[in-house]
């Protein structure tokens, strides 16, 4: 069974620093492009950063560029998004998403994955 689960959501103030992880199990994400997505009450999913296969190519939503760094390591079968200067505009559920249909991180992030995660809160508040 195909599973991805993410962790690392929490409540931190504003200027902090939080890392999610997505782990897959079931299957190898070596072949698949992998998205981070949040989703915010009141609000439509937006896409916040998409990694390549080989993690060569990277993309970001202008909200969160030179603040949040998407990474993975293949070998653990993890990806990870490391999220600084955090801002309460930030505060979402975090899902991530894998893809072996769109073979591109812009497509990926602007159409959504074929699998998902359920999702880790973010908050960020004083």
């Known amino acids: 069974q195909l599973q991805l689960v993410e962790s690392g959501g929490g409540l931190v103030q504003p200027g902090g620093s939080l890392r999610l992880s997505c782990a897959a199990s079931g299957f190898t994400l070596d072949y698949w492009v992998i998205g981070w997505f949040r989703q915010a009450p009141g609000k439509e999913r937006e896409g916040v950063s998409c990694?390549?296969?080989?993690?060569?190519?990277?993309n970001y939503a202008d909200s969160v560029k030179g603040r949040f760094t998407i990474s993975r390591d293949n070998a653990k079968n993890t990806v990870y998004l490391q999220m600084n200067s955090l801002k309460p505009e930030d505060t979402a559920i975090y899902y991530c998403?894998?893809?072996?249909?769109?073979?591109?991180?812009?497509?990926?992030?602007?159409?959504?994955?074929?699998?998902w995660g359920q999702g880790t809160q973010v908050t960020v508040s004083s």
């Open positions: 990694i390549s296969r080989s993690g060569g190519s990277t």
């Open positions: 998403a894998a893809t072996r249909r769109l073979s591109t991180v812009q497509a990926m992030c602007d159409r959504g994955g074929d699998y």
